[in-house]
């Protein structure tokens, strides 16, 4: 049997999100968010489902922590609710809100737990909306004023900060495929959306910067890396503009090397930007988060609207009909690595992956127990390629498995579990998984497949 080692300073966490955790919309003060507003829309989430109460981790955060220290977790990644701090998003500060975060992160530090706090997981607030939200650069001075709450707030427990989880999906799954809040499907609002999406990263580190605090900060992106379905030159390059459309777009800004030009000259996609927009967008940041779950096959394909087809793969898939494809983890570390070389003049930049895990249907067995032995493979296989990419070169320094409890899954409601520990949604009772404890022995040096 091979064992997952591990250098002994990797840091082993589990992520969550504020809106598909906590619940209690409509206590403490939380104004509204744009996903309460989307998933009240007919036929926008499974089942009509919404996360007002979700796991109810406003409530039973100290639980949680207990958990995540039962099972060796060092670091917990949790996602700070915008309408929680500023309920309009801008002007009045919520002081309930803020008390809420602060006991969550002593709850930690109690357990020697780490916060990992992302400052914006897909909450924006509804007002902000109504003006536009991420289509309205104005939405740009609502971000600063909260990132500045953020940094006073939290400033001193917060351990490591990531600025915006999954650009992609807030700009392109959200405003141009229209399947997430807030339901567009718009080319010109999805261009814009990305750039002040960018353009609110580059604004978050810049305030931190002129701060005196001294946690790392970073971003997290779910970069699509496909492969080309064949070794033709046609697939090669369409691959590479697939790369480039959902990918190149927010992570080569970040790194100082502007927007990539295969999208403005094959798929004619200008972005609004102004003087100095890019210099904003390409501050140093001290690591680079990556989010994965699958690899797909890509095609050229003139028909398409964006010359681009998915095609068939020979793979097992999990609940959610995404392919296993641990190997696609190693090419995108690999290309993450090589691509971030020398940004901001420095020889490498650190690497988290910040979320990795898999939906299976999962069951409850009469003895009370979840064996969820294909989850635990799909982990067994990600997580011997982190250990063989580091021996690479690769500078991994961590990894957060996705996710800690089963949770609303956005348009999924609650129909996809992707929790190592188990919710029984009409009790909220929490039951580890057999993943969850073959994650506790990874930890603590037993990785033995």
């Not at 309920?87 to 357990?111: M, S, W």
């Not at 996710?403 to 129909?415: I, Q, T, V």
Request: hydrophobic letters at 40%; glycine letters at 8%; a negative charge.
């Amino acid at each position: 049997m091979e064992r997952l080692v591990f250098p002994k300073d990797f840091v082993w966490g589990t992520a969550t999100a504020s809106y598909q955790v906590e619940g209690a919309t409509r206590e403490g003060g939380r104004g509204e968010s744009i996903w309460d507003t989307f998933s009240r829309k007919p036929a926008a989430v499974y089942a009509g489902e919404n996360g007002d109460v979700a796991c109810d981790q406003y409530h039973r955060y100290a639980e949680d922590v207990e958990l995540m220290a039962e099972l060796g977790f060092s670091s917990y990644r949790f996602s700070i609710a915008w309408p929680r701090i500023i309920p309009a998003g801008t002007g009045k500060v919520n002081p309930e809100g803020i008390a809420y975060y602060r006991k969550l992160c002593d709850e930690l530090h109690k357990r020697n737990i780490t916060a990992c706090a992302t400052i914006y997981h897909w909450d924006l607030p509804q007002p902000l909306e109504d003006a536009g939200g991420w289509t309205n650069r104005s939405v740009l001075d609502a971000f600063e004023e909260y990132v500045k709450i953020c940094y006073k707030e939290f400033g001193d427990v917060v351990d490591m900060w990531i600025t915006v989880n999954e650009p992609y999906c807030i700009a392109l799954l959200g405003h141009l495929i229209g399947v997430h809040a807030p339901g567009h499907r718009d080319l010109e609002k999805a261009l814009a959306a990305v750039h002040h999406i960018n353009m609110a990263h580059g604004i978050a580190v810049r305030e931190y910067r002129k701060t005196n605090l001294k946690a790392p900060i970073g971003i997290t992106w779910n970069p699509d890396t496909p492969r080309p379905a064949t070794a033709s030159e046609a697939d090669v390059k369409a691959a590479n503009l697939s790369r480039a459309f959902n990918t190149e777009v927010f992570i080569f800004p970040c790194l100082g090397k502007g927007y990539p030009e295969l999208v403005k000259s094959e798929l004619n996609c200008e972005f609004p930007v102004k003087e100095g927009d890019m210099e904003t967008i390409a501050q140093p940041v001290d690591f680079l988060g990556v989010n994965y779950y699958f690899e797909n096959p890509v095609a050229a394909d003139e028909k398409a609207k964006y010359k681009v087809s998915a095609k068939p793969f020979w793979q097992e898939t999990t609940a959610t009909g995404w392919p296993i494809t641990p190997g696609g983890l190693e090419r995108q570390l690999l290309w993450i690595a090589e691509v971030s070389k020398g940004a901001f003049g420095k020889a490498e930049i650190p690497i988290y992956i910040t979320e990795n895990g898999c939906a299976i249907e999962d069951t409850v067995t009469g003895d009370g127990r979840i064996h969820d032995t294909r989850r635990i493979k799909y982990l067994q296989q990600h997580l011997a390629v982190c250990a063989d990419v580091i021996k690479k070169g690769v500078p991994l320094k961590g990894y957060y498995v996705w996710s800690l409890l089963d949770n609303f899954e956005w348009a999924s409601g609650y129909s996809k579990r992707f929790g190592i520990i188990h919710i029984d949604f009409s009790t909220l009772k929490r039951t580890p998984k057999d993943s969850a404890y073959f994650l506790r022995d990874v930890i603590a040096g037993y990785g033995d497949w």
